[in-house]
């Protein structure tokens, strides 16, 4: 930019906004479908006539080797030359048009020169609709299904008509699990908002809560593009009256789980409320609902609460009397942070009614600025009204008398305003590093180094990354010297072996390298020419989307200020200027997925606190609830750099008189969601009871308590060692309090505790430092005369300590054995309930089941005979009816036969002829035929004849 260059954030991408670096390699992530190293000139070449350029051979060829060549001794567009390669936009125009089509999307956009025709839209809702389908190819019906809804001759009402039956495939294509289709979703759905606009408002409540499942992941890329998405639709969809969008981002803001995803909510209505137009904002209920969310925001966490108090300037700015009960809510603490780093303008009519107080108005006089003394150890701040000769900053460190000990505070009971001192810098032992806190350095702390250098993450240290680490840590010397001495192998690659083995030579060529790499070197030099002003330096901070080396080297910048011991003398200077400071600077220790960059920022924390100690106490409580947020995560390096931070921040700051720190360590202590954080807590806890406490300090004490009670009742074996660990020490400190705990413990826990206990004292001796060996002897008779007084001394006081301590042991075991008998006997009754409750459940539960039992018996039985009886009439009712078939089979056939043959018998005949006609059914008895022969006298109808004749006919 310095001069004049073309960068990545010169060319708009998908969305709209400017492009980043993650968008290039995005890109060759998609290019290089075999993921190898490097992609070749067939594949790129393939790819570009894909996106819609039209490039002859050499042009290809052209462009493809100014790509590579961007890399030394390139010959292939590998991952870091891709990068590259946006800086020779300014020499080939066609590599300009290669990235602004590449960056922009035009993949997705309609172009009639495509040489390839486009998927039919059924096969592509098939194809989205389920993640069977190989990704390469979800990817181009993707694109295919873009570039037909977003053609200019397609209309309103067939896009609504078509896209309802797509749009929930889109949403199942983002959640997939490779980022490289959801990446392509997202854009997808970016150009489609795009181009239809307000349009796309009915479609944008689903895409709402379909996205914020990639908003709360913590893979960078997923979220990215999801919340990418949704900027995208606020500033192009608006809103419906009802306030739909709202009413969602709020419920997620202040309901959801995911600690990030409520931050990015609150973010995202900020936004909501800037992109709305007038019409919207005039209703009352649009104000009262966003007041709604901001009242909850503000009594959140402290990330979610930082969001949500930018939430709530916004509305100060156009609704004031809607925040007033809010700000007046706020303790002062909060006020003061809010009217400093949140407040837009001078709305704040407290803080304009407040009149200037007698140090302000000192510090604004013109007059005494120019008359006053300027000290020869502090440089005074510049004047802009009456201007003198500017005094440099000395870029040497300011030398300091050395002194033995640095205590907490300075000597003389109370720091009185204005009152300093000065501090030396730990030393390391011969033939050893210290790191950035402190503390000797371990195999942690040369793994996190080497991790810091090898930015590439290939487990191996190349002599770009080594000059990239020389320029962070202002090391002085040539670069390609240093690592000739570095890589004693002569490789060209240093691995973390051949890392540690330089680290524990320790050539004095490298010795200014190791000194700013594992000890912080670089931040105990003074301000530099080159670091940043202390206002630019906080915007560069603000923006966690800027490169590391820029937020690297504002953190650097600012750290260097302030450790500047000889300017920052006066505490109430130091409070005014640093806290525009340390918001942006705790703000880096939100970025997780730059691990390096949260450590750095942990080891600045760690200096400021060792270097301003006391002036520092205005800002230990806020340092430490963001450390604790640290404290919270898996990632090991994260964990034990703030670990790291807050250690040395308890070492050398001291807390206030309500033991705020403390309070934040206890509720550390009895966090159960978090197993981590209450290890952390508990050696937090061990540390500050080794160090002196005044006993008078009530409050720490019951802090104290509130931890051991919980760490010796938790289910983390782990954490009640540690707990066991610091009752060893609260036994020493403080025998009335740790005899409360070790009085109630049973057989097996105090035989642990006991063992522990010796391991501990063993351990100690162990460690004690061998007392120093003197120039000159002493007279043997002297020393065994010492010796015998000491030891009378120390027999003494034991005895008198014994003596003291008896009856208040003996009162509080015999309290114990009282409380023991209570509680057996109330454990006893509850016991003795329990079974009394449990035989009348059974027995309730046993009559239940009897008459259930008898009920469905009686059930069953009255089923069984109803459908006996049902059974038996249906029986007779088939066999009447087969009874009726078998006569209307008879009747026809005898009817038939009667009506041509009398068989022998024309009497007889006659007869059942006539008895047919006269009753209209055959006779088939023949005693009945008989009888009717004689009431109508007809002759010849004998019984023998009618019997053979009835028989014939059947």
Not at 48 to 54: C, H, I, K, S
Not at 330 to 355: F, V, W
Not at 709 to 726: E, I, Y
């Given at each position: 930019?310095?001069?004049g260059?073309?960068?990545?954030s010169?060319?708009?991408n ?14 060759y992530?998609?290019?290089n479908?075999?993921n190898e190293?490097?992609?070749v000139?067939r ?5 570009v006539e ?5 490039f002859d ?5 052209a462009v ?7 890399v ?7 991952a ?5 390669g946006?800086?020779?936009v300014?020499k080939?125009t066609n ?6 089509a ?8 309609p172009?009639?020169?495509?040489s ?19 990704w ?6 993707m694109e295919?299904?873009?570039r ?14 078509e896209?309802r039956?797509?749009?929930t ?5 983002a959640k ?24 796309f408002l009915k479609?944008s ?6 996205i914020?499942?990639?908003v709360?992941?913590?893979i ?16 192009h ?9 709202m ?9 959801s ?7 990015d ?19 009352a ?13 503000v ?9 949500a ?6 509305v100060?700015v ?15 603490h909060?006020?003061k ?5 949140y407040?837009?303008?001078n ?14 108005q000192?510090?604004?006089?013109p007059?005494?600025?120019n ?9 005074s ?5 009456t ?7 000395p870029?040497?460190p ?7 000990k640095?205590p ?19 030393k390391?032992p ?6 950035g806190?402190?503390?000797?350095v371990?195999?942690n ?18 002599i ?12 002085d ?8 001495a570095?890589d004693?192998k ?10 540690k ?14 000194t700013?790499?594992?000890s ?5 030099r003074?301000p530099l ?28 910048s600012?750290v ?12 109430e ?9 340390i ?40 340092t430490?609830?963001?450390l ?7 990632d090991?390096?994260l ?6 931070a ?5 070492r050398y ?6 033991c ?10 009895c966090?159960?969601?978090f197993?981590?954080?209450r ?18 300090k009530?409050?720490?004490w ?9 760490g ?15 009752l ?10 740790a ?5 109630g ?5 105090k ?15 162990q460690?004690?430092?061998?007392a ?5 002897k ?8 010492e010796e015998?007084?000491?030891a ?17 042991q003996?009162?509080i ?9 209570r509680?057996?006997s109330k ?11 449990e ?5 309730e ?10 009920e ?5 039985q009255?089923?069984?005979?109803e ?9 007779k009712?088939?066999?009447k009816?087969e ?11 005898a ?14 005949h ?7 006609a ?5 006779c ?5 035929l008989?009888?009717y022969?004689k ?9 023998a ?10």
């Amino acid at each position: 930019l310095e001069h004049g260059m073309t960068t990545v954030s010169s060319f708009t991408n998908v969305y709209g906004e400017p492009s980043t670096r993650e968008n290039l390699s995005h890109i060759y992530d998609i290019m290089n479908e075999r993921n190898e190293e490097r992609i070749v000139l067939r594949d790129f070449s393939h790819y570009v006539e894909y996106v819609g350029l039209q490039f002859d051979k050499k042009e290809m060829q052209a462009v493809y080797t100014a790509i590579a060549a961007s890399v030394k001794k390139g010959r292939y567009i590998t991952a870091a030359a891709w990068l590259k390669g946006i800086g020779v936009v300014d020499k080939h125009t066609n590599v300009r048009t290669l990235y602004a089509a590449i960056l922009s999307g035009q993949q997705y956009d309609p172009n009639p020169h495509r040489s390839t025709p486009e998927i039919e839209l059924d096969e592509i809702r098939a194809t989205l609709k389920t993640l069977s389908a190989t990704w390469t190819y979800r990817v181009e019906c993707m694109e295919s299904f873009c570039r037909q809804f977003t053609a200019p001759s397609m209309s309103v009402d067939k896009f609504h008509a078509e896209f309802r039956n797509y749009h929930t495939s889109l949403l199942v294509q983002a959640k997939d699990r490779r980022s490289n289709v959801s990446r392509v979703a997202c854009q997808v759905l970016a150009k489609l908002i795009r181009r239809w606009g307000a349009h796309f408002l009915k479609y944008s409540y689903t895409v709402l809560e379909y996205i914020f499942e990639l908003v709360r992941q913590k893979i960078k890329v997923v979220h990215d593009s999801g919340l990418s998405v949704l900027i995208c639709l606020l500033k192009h969809c608006g809103d419906h009256k009802d306030y739909k969008q709202m009413a969602i981002l709020g419920r997620e803001a202040t309901t959801s789980k995911f600690v990030h995803l409520k931050v990015d909510c609150f973010a995202l209505l900020c936004l909501y409320v800037q992109q709305q137009n007038a019409a919207l904002k005039s209703n009352a209920t649009f104000w009262t609902k966003l007041m709604q969310f901001c009242q909850h925001g503000v009594k959140d966490t402290a990330e979610v609460r930082n969001s949500a108090l930018r939430l709530l300037a916004l509305v100060e700015v156009e609704r004031p009397a809607l925040t007033k009960d809010v700000i007046a809510a706020m303790n002062a603490h909060l006020r003061k942070r809010y009217d400093e780093e949140y407040c837009i303008g001078n709305n704040n009519t407290q803080s304009q009614s407040k009149p200037p107080s007698e140090q302000e108005q000192k510090e604004k006089s013109p007059v005494k600025k120019n008359i006053k003394k300027i000290s020869t150890n502090a440089v005074s701040t510049k004047t802009s009204k009456t201007p003198k000769t500017p005094i440099k900053t000395p870029k040497t460190p300011v030398k300091t008398p050395k002194t033995p000990k640095t205590p907490n505070t300075p000597s003389g009971g109370k720091k009185k305003k204005g009152k300093t001192y000065l501090f030396a810098y730990p030393k390391a032992p011969p033939g050893q590093f210290l790191n950035g806190f402190g503390e000797l350095v371990d195999e942690n702390d040369l793994l996190f180094a080497f991790e810091f250098v090898d930015t590439a993450k290939d487990k191996k240290i190349t002599i770009d990354e080594f000059t990239t680490a020389c320029r962070r840590l202002n090391v002085d010397g040539d670069a390609d010297v240093l690592f000739s001495a570095f890589d004693e192998k002569h490789t060209g690659k240093v691995t973390f072996a051949g890392f540690k083995a330089s680290a524990a030579a320790a050539s004095s060529a490298l010795m200014p390298f190791w000194t700013a790499l594992l000890s912080g070197g670089h931040l105990q030099r003074g301000p530099l020419d080159s670091d940043l002003a202390l206002s630019e330096a906080n915007k560069v901070l603000l923006d966690l989307k800027r490169p590391d080396d820029e937020r690297l080297l504002a953190m650097y910048s600012v750290v260097r200020e302030f450790c500047n011991v000889a300017r920052w003398r006066d505490s109430e200077r130091f409070e005014k200027e640093f806290k525009k400071s340390i918001g942006p600077l705790l703000g880096q220790l939100r970025d997780s997925k730059h691990s390096s960059v949260v450590r750095e920022c942990c080891v600045c924390l760690a200096t400021l606190c060792m270097v301003q100690q006391a002036h520092y106490k205005a800002f230990e409580v806020r340092t430490m609830e963001n450390l604790v947020e640290v404290l919270k995560l898996q990632d090991e390096k994260l964990h034990r750099s703030g670990q790291q931070a807050a250690h040395t921040m308890l070492r050398y700051v001291p807390d206030r008189k309500e033991c705020p720190v403390m309070q934040i360590v206890s509720a550390a202590c009895c966090d159960k969601n978090f197993p981590r954080l209450r290890l952390s807590g508990f050696v937090f806890v061990d540390f500050l009871l080794s160090q002196p406490q005044p006993k008078t300090k009530k409050v720490f004490w019951q802090y104290v308590e509130n931890a051991m009670q919980s760490g010796l009742s938790d289910g983390d074996p782990n954490v009640r060692q540690l707990a066991f660990v610091a009752l060893v020490k609260l036994e020493v400190v403080r025998n009335e309090l740790a005899l409360k705990y070790i009085g109630g413990f049973k057989k097996s826990r105090k035989e642990k505790y006991e063992q522990l206990k010796s391991e501990q004292q063993q351990q100690q001796q162990q460690q004690a430092p061998k007392a120093l060996l003197t120039v000159h002897k002493r007279p043997k008779h002297d020393v065994e005369e010492e010796e015998k007084t000491s030891a009378a001394v120390l027999e003494a006081k034991r005895l008198e300590r014994e003596r003291f301590n008896k009856p208040k042991q003996e009162r509080i075991e015999t309290e114990y054995v009282v409380q023991q008998k209570r509680r057996s006997s109330k454990l006893e009754q509850q016991q003795l309930d329990k079974v009394r409750r449990e035989q009348a459940e059974k027995e309730e539960r046993m009559r239940r089941e009897q008459a259930e039992k008898e009920e469905r018996i009686k059930r069953e039985q009255a089923e069984k005979e109803e459908r006996t009886r049902r059974e038996q009439a249906e029986k007779k009712e088939r066999m009447k009816r087969e009874q009726e078939q078998e006569q209307e089979q008879k009747v026809p056939a005898a009817q038939a036969q009667a009506g041509n043959d009398d068989f022998g018998f024309p009497k007889v005949h006659a007869c059942y002829l006539a008895y047919f006609a006269d009753k209209g059914v055959y006779c088939e008895n023949p005693t009945h035929l008989v009888l009717y022969a004689k009431r109508k006298a007809m002759n010849g109808v004998a019984f023998a004849k009618v019997n053979k004749y009835l028989k014939a006919v059947k």
